[in-house]
């Protein structure tokens, strides 16, 4: 079993009182409490808080966690051998056990004691877990495999970190930090108590050519000048494939012009819009024989792009 | 060890769960959702009805809503404030997000 320093986690010292303890405890879980922290590493941060808090809170647990003594966090130990009866009498096999579940085996074998041994129904924890998915897998739908590490009782009671590799079949539907429910695959139930539920969050990654809001996705549209002006006809990527999009004369930049349906589908069958945004870009260097082109179309043409400043500026005055 | 296989429902706005549906998926008491409802921060779809009904985002809210109060031990009305705040931040980073999609990226 692994050690863990619980007083350097919470940063305080071994002689903090339980005031000390909560104090320390509330300032982290601001820092790193998932739902409020925009840390990306701060619900692995909290985790660990929470794991130290909950058993230096509790006098008993944080008696029996100063009795394993001192070690170098992250160094293999066993606890004292009389630590089992001290403490509920609990029968461990330390092997493959966390030290949080140490501590939750033995907040489970008071309760035990205290209803009759066995008769408890407790419900099995929640897991919430993130799959990383790209914008194809969204669109098609995917399956992922998850590698889960979930505490499990076994015919004794005795508690176990149990490696479990879910596969999961993600359907269309998904887009950016969707949910999907997955009931009774989380930790397993005790004495008859419920299965917990898994919560699988999406993450898409991000994708080079489309932006994603929601099930509607953008793509850029370039055009080169003469495009916008006299009108093409363009080939344009979407996740079904390429597609072509007539663009009419005069097409401004800036115009988002929608496919619909082209977009991720939905849970309840429908699908999002694919919106392509016109940008007009000319090229980084230009020939003499072009050069000439538009210096024909600057003489001949009277267009003025800036007509709209002197007719504000006048009405403004 | 083989890969077990678990069928997934999405959590969705359309989708329909009652109190107590909410109740066993968030492990707060009923009365303190009541209160949720009560502060404005938790919205049936159906507030005049008899037998309130919610969203799949209120299952979402209600969960965070059950973590931070374990968390920071609020009493209903501060969690009931927070749980506001929150879904205004979804909200606002939702619109956030498909302002910046529609932003066209600088053109190479």
């Known amino acids: 079993m692994k050690y863990k320093d619980y007083y350097q986690i919470l940063g305080v010292a071994h002689s903090a009182t339980a005031e000390d303890i909560k104090k320390a405890y509330r300032k982290l879980a601001h820092m790193y409490h998932p739902d409020v922290s925009k840390d990306p590493a701060g619900e692995e941060k909290f985790k660990e808080v929470a794991e130290a808090y909950e058993t230096l809170q509790s006098p008993d647990k944080r008696a029996a966690y100063d009795q394993l003594g001192a070690h170098r966090p992250g160094e293999d130990f066993r606890p004292p051998p009389d630590w089992e009866q001290q403490h509920g009498g609990a029968q461990f096999s330390f092997d493959d056990l966390d030290l949080a579940d140490l501590f939750a085996g033995l907040a489970t074998e008071r309760q035990r004691a205290g209803h009759g041994a066995g008769q408890l129904r407790m419900p099995g924890q929640d897991f919430e877990a993130t799959a990383r998915i790209s914008l194809e897998q969204a669109y098609h739908g995917t399956d992922v495999e998850l590698q889960l590490s979930m505490p499990e009782a076994d015919a004794q009671g005795r508690l176990h970190r149990v490696p479990r590799t879910l596969r999961v079949r993600i359907p269309k539907g998904a887009t950016d930090g969707q949910r999907l429910h997955l009931r009774g695959q989380g930790g397993k139930g005790l004495n008859g108590g419920r299965d917990g539920d898994l919560w699988l969050r999406i993450a898409l990654h991000p994708h080079p050519l489309f932006r994603v809001s929601g099930h509607d996705l953008y793509v850029d549209l370039p055009l080169a000048p003469w495009e916008a002006v006299l009108g093409t006809t363009v080939e344009l990527p979407t996740l079904a494939g390429p597609v072509h999009l007539k663009v009419p004369a005069n097409t401004q930049a800036g115009r988002q012009m929608r496919l619909a349906k082209r977009g991720l589908p939905r849970p309840d069958g429908s699908e999002g819009d694919l919106y392509a945004l016109v940008q007009i870009v000319v090229p980084a260097t230009t020939g003499e024989h072009e050069r000439q082109l538009y210096e024909q179309l600057a003489t001949g043409s009277t267009f003025n792009p800036r007509a709209r400043f002197g007719k504000e500026m006048n009405s403004g005055s | ?108």
């Open chain 2, 1 to 108: 060890m083989a890969a077990e296989h678990a069928d997934a429902v999405w959590v969705t706005e359309s989708q329909k769960y009652s109190l107590a549906e909410l109740v066993a998926l968030s492990g707060l008491p009923e009365a303190e959702l009541r209160e949720l409802v009560e502060y404005g921060a938790l919205r049936p779809a159906n507030p005049e009805a008899a037998s309130w009904v919610f969203s799949g985002q209120c299952v979402l809210s209600v969960r965070a809503a059950q973590r931070i109060r374990g968390s920071f031990e609020l009493e209903p009305q501060s969690l009931a404030l927070v749980v506001s705040l929150l879904e205004r931040i979804r909200e606002l980073e939702a619109r956030l997000g498909q302002v910046y999609a529609q932003q066209p990226r600088k053109a190479r």
